[in-house]
């Protein structure tokens, strides 16, 4: 949609006075020394605004979540591999978090909802590929229009962004991260409502996840690794038979 054109009416405009208006101080000879020697001192020191300084930078995107999980004994994953002060983080303490039931053989799936908001706001699944099933299938992830790949060092693995800029018009998102035929991915719904970054924090949560998604680590709040916790139709499909030969 094109902006809205600007309504000029009732705007107030300095005046500028007329000549005759103007006052005339007069100003001694020493006085205009000693202002130019003071203006030219302030250029040298790029203290006048333009005078060759660097224009400021925006502010970088960064991320409130750790990309380390915490692994002490009372720390409390509500939905599994994914700490509850990580969410609280992002959304603040008054949130609704849920979980799958962590005995049926779906993905280990996490909700969470905000006080006010007629959707959930974070959404994530680590789960499996197999046969056609791939992560880009999972019904409740929300694509942003923004995509990009990303990677972490030393690991075997790769990830995928479809994320909103703060301030656009969409304020929604996902990434998926696969390791082999196990991923993770996570969605993002009301991204005004998030402190940081929408992309940051995502990209930041898959690293902290990366012992139990690449590294066969019991995932915590399910106490299974991701092979322990395989459903039997998840398995790789086996190859045929070599046909024997002569």
């Given amino acids: 949609m094109p902006p809205t054109p600007a309504n000029h009416q009732g705007k107030h405009h300095r005046r500028t006075p007329a000549a005759a208006q103007r006052r005339h101080l007069p100003v001694s000879t020493a006085t205009l020394a000693a202002l130019t020697t003071a203006c030219l001192t302030l250029a040298a020191c790029g203290l006048i605004p333009g005078s060759n300084q660097a ?3 925006a502010a970088p995107a960064t991320a409130v979540v750790p990309t380390t999980a ?3 004994e009372n720390e409390k994953y ?3 591999g994914i700490p509850d002060t990580a969410l609280y983080a992002m959304f603040g303490p008054n949130i609704t978090i849920t979980t799958s039931d962590k005995n049926k053989t779906t993905p280990s799936e ?3 909802y905000y ?4 959707r959930m706001v974070f959404y994530s699944a680590f789960w499996y590929i197999f046969d056609d099933r791939q ?3 999972e019904p409740l992830l929300s694509w942003g229009p923004e995509v990009s790949a990303f990677t972490f060092d030393g690991v075997d693995g790769e990830g995928e962004a479809h994320t909103s800029s703060p301030g656009a018009e969409t304020d929604y998102g ?3 991260y696969t390791c082999g035929d196990h991923y993770l991915a996570l969605s993002i719904d009301h991204a005004s409502v998030m402190a940081g970054d929408m992309r940051e924090n995502l990209i930041a949560l898959t690293q902290s996840a990366l012992p139990w998604l690449c590294q ?3 995932i915590p709040g399910l106490g299974k690794t991701m092979e322990e916790a395989r459903p039997y139709y998840a398995y790789p499909t086996p190859l045929p038979s070599p046909t024997p030969t002569n």
């Fill in 174 to 176: 996902n990434t998926i």
């Fill in 110 to 112: 996490c909700h969470v």
């Fill in 55 to 57: 224009s400021p930078s």
């Fill in 216 to 218: 066969d680590q019991p």
């Fill in 135 to 137: 992560p880009s299938d």
């Fill in 115 to 118: 006080p006010g908001r007629d």
């Fill in 78 to 80: 509500t939905c599994p």
């Fill in 70 to 72: 915490p692994t002490g």
